[in-house]
């Protein structure tokens, strides 16, 4: 009577986690307000009459803190959201209504690896490096893997490496590696769902450059209703060498925002089972 | 190549979402601090030289608001964490580095509705009815479902459909229906990994009682190591009527905090295409 | 060599605070966001190696909690500021350029003290009472006290003794008492530079009404920029009886912010030693 | 009848700010939270149908940001705040009920500046310079002032002016200039009530050392009760030469806190007029 998937799943499933621990004083955006976990109580402050005591927890944070996913209402051009929502009109009393992240469908996908870092065969590409089309398609074809439409594709540049030196991570003065606009291009025309990275921005960002110009945010966000998922860890997934796996993803449902923390996973049946064909 | 468990993906999911929105205003216990989304940044406070404009967002929120999972340093009992850990060692420099909710693994697991409503034939069950181990008993073998070890079992009281009203949610002079210490020994009894309902507090608030006896959460929490999954959305799979279901719940990865909001989904293959035996 | 102002401190002065402690779960306006105070770090979480340690603090808030001043940006009529400032423009960047708190200068002005409920024989002024001008000119004349241009003008309905209650101090369903458009006019009339009361809303609020219709703080705030001062506690300026004073108030410098939680004092030569004429 | 003081401030008063502007950005030291600011209400988000709007704030900051005041609760030695009293027992439920911030009394005392820089003859002393007893001395002696019992003593180092550069005023490599334990007993022996400074830590900071060694947080805040107020703008005192001056501090009453920020002033009767012998 079990249902397919709930076969697979109790037959065992291997999990990757994409997603960073969120840590107070991690690198993040300096354009985003910081991510802060603090204990309003502890155990012991305060003690019921049966002996039991409860602790809990303060959040304050960005959106686009940690790994995240950017939602359409995220960025705009020319006063216009994807699909030419007017920027302005889609806020409604402070709120994101339309392309806000509560419009964003929990992911169960094809996940795609591209492993830029590895075919190049480098620890991390360098700051400032574009990942060029000829990169992502060597890359797709080293690994024997194609992008279909409806994936979410996600790329290796090794520079996530370096989140555990906090400030270098951000990039600054180095830059940071990444796809610009002719890789987003080529994402695009693909027809993926999703798009992500193991860096701050998704995106090449120049040194010294800072966030000023974000060209493959335009034609991923605006131009064609691809979601951008950053800062993702993707040490382990190369470790393995999984190209492709299910890929799963649940952001946050908060009513009229930016972006979401999120903390994506990898997913494949254990045994290396093969789909009924 | 494709493993099993992406061909079901492929071959298509139904998903359905447990998880509430976060809304600003929403019902919540007043012992944790109050959801609160803002925009720092709107579209047009400041476009670059190239027509694009970001917006952002900021949140202060507890993590016991919302759909959330108590972590195992949620609760402590005579001084003591599940498995004995002392609750004031378990916190070091002000995070839980032993039980907190950076320790619960990403869960794909069996879940287990149980229809207590349903089974009753009630819209919900009244504030301060206690569910008892007759009712989960009849209500399993009415759906005929077993629970099982390792599964997750969700307890609906249909109290859920309260969560509109606001204060009336949280109880206060009505209680809240719910499992008390025998339901929940009953729960532990079987195994299971996790419980949920679709209440504030999981377990039965008394009339006026408030939040002072949880011997639910000590059962669960500290005695057994179950974790608890409060503020549930339940209407939508009673409406389905799945009695199991995979169970997917990835909890924010936020070191040393108490619990976290989630938005977990019931799952199953699209075609009610049943597991190869 | 000593100015006179010094010369009168070091004689010894008498203050009065008139600011509510900030406390979580204080009552305060469900429109803003709520005051929570936590310790990130308590001491002994990290000793350093001399045996030092530090504890700290993290504060969320609203600006109009607690005892409260408000800017001339908080309250807008028809798309304008005080002074035809179109407010939306006075907003750039997310910051209230224009009329934000940062644009209120510390005072040090005289301060007038007009004991409604001292006058009116009562505890407190019903919820819902609206303090008439003839109440103002009335309370004025029996404590033998005039008002003039430049003055700080607190208002006392005795509502300030019901703050400890907690909710029903913000009115509700009994309403709250205070001035309305009529005691508005009166007061900015006379060139006052900013009025205070030991309610929420400054002005009357109607039983069941919330803050749906604000008419004095469209008089005051936009139409004469006199500033509101809200939640004082004026229990025990009246105990004392003064009716004229130094009133102290120094708003938090907050670039752009619509108001700002503040400790205003009322002082006084401690000998009651008189001016030189 | 009006009394002494009303009529120095009715004759006129010369008021300097002593407070930084609160700004997203601004430099503060990475232990405690950012401040943040953000506006969840703009005008025109929810006009009301008398054509009125309010818009509001949000701020979440720690309490040792821009301008602040350390509490005596902020800093303990081998276990103990000031006076012995055992720094876990002062908090109780996460709240420092002895020394916490609500302990300090508003002030209205005698200020004194000692402007070193101006003494040394430079835009600002060098990070990492110590400034000596001698030092503060012959600075006093230059000003022809004298420290008192009771005043309120605050160091120019110059630094200050590194405000507006951002990081490195925080110091980081280049260390901050201050007094440090000698300085500081020389302070306490005289008595004070507080001191304060031009830079983020008040006493020196060594260049790389960053805030692992604070002994004179120790001398005075421990050992001899005296309250420390940092990051204070001395430039517009220093600019008018005021060598004493009436010091007013009024702390925000935030219970169980170890800090606030606060907007310190020097007032002088205007006319320069001395006090009645």
């Given at each position: 009577m079990t249902d397919a998937m709930l076969g697979i799943v109790q037959g065992g499933v291997d999990t990757i986690d994409l997603g960073r621990q969120l840590r107070v004083g991690m690198p993040q955006s300096p354009n985003h307000p910081q991510f802060w976990h603090t204990l309003p109580r502890r155990h012991g402050d305060m003690v019921r009459p049966d002996g039991s005591s409860a602790a809990n927890d303060m959040i304050t944070t960005g959106t686009h803190v940690g790994t995240h996913i950017d939602a359409l209402a995220h960025v705009s051009f020319d006063g216009k959201l994807h699909g030419g929502v007017d920027a302005a009109e889609a806020c409604v009393a402070g709120k994101y209504e339309q392309h806000g992240v509560h419009t964003i469908e929990p992911m169960l996908r094809r996940g795609v690896l591209l492993d830029v870092a590895g075919h190049l065969g480098v620890e991390h590409c360098e700051g400032g490096y574009e990942i060029t089309v000829t990169d992502l398609e060597a890359t797709a074809e080293r690994q024997g893997v194609s992008v279909g439409e409806g994936d979410v594709v996600l790329i290796r540049s090794g520079w996530g490496v370096r989140f555990a030196e906090g400030a270098p991570y951000v990039g600054g003065p180095s830059g940071v590696p990444g796809v610009s606009e002719p890789g987003a291009a080529w994402l695009a025309e693909r027809g993926v769902h999703a798009v992500g990275a193991d860096t701050i921005a998704f995106e090449r960002l120049a040194p010294g450059g800072g966030h000023a110009l974000l060209p493959a945010h335009r034609v991923l966000l605006v131009e064609h209703g691809i979601y951008i998922i950053e800062a993702l860890d993707l040490e382990g997934l190369a470790a393995v060498g999984w190209s492709e796996f299910t890929f799963v993803l649940v952001p946050l449902n908060?009513?009229?925002?930016t972006g979401s923390p999120v903390r994506p996973l990898a997913v494949r049946a254990r045994s290396g089972e093969e789909a009924a064909s």
């Open positions: 908060i009513f009229g925002a």
